[in-house]
């Protein structure tokens, strides 16, 4: 019954990895031999996506939400970030209306000047 489940949920290209295994664990670590490996671009693609993260018009909720959602994945692909990167990471993704908050030493964050609007 299991294997059924899994086989019908399969995608037509995924289908053709498992075609002929007749044991629902066989088919289950044919698939994870495959996919669980991150590939190099996944990696790269989720650093950008932390490295350019900004509040925007984004709530801080919403912001911090977003870079957990990055961090989270980044840790599933044994791709940890260390946490002072984090904290300068987002730092400068905060937008301007946040720069009376931020305390930093300037060799952790760097941020371009903004003179007043």
Known sequence: MLICWL????????????????????????LERIFALPSRARVQ?????????KTGTSSMSEYSQSVKFIMDNLAAVANSIADSDLVSTLLSGLSPKYDSFITFRPSTVRRTHRPYA
């Open 7 to 30: 086989i019908f949920s399969l995608t037509e290209n995924v289908l053709a990895h498992v075609i002929g295994i007749t044991i629902s664990r066989d088919v289950w670590c044919s």
């Open 45 to 53: 693609q989720l650093k950008y996506q932390l490295h350019t993260v």
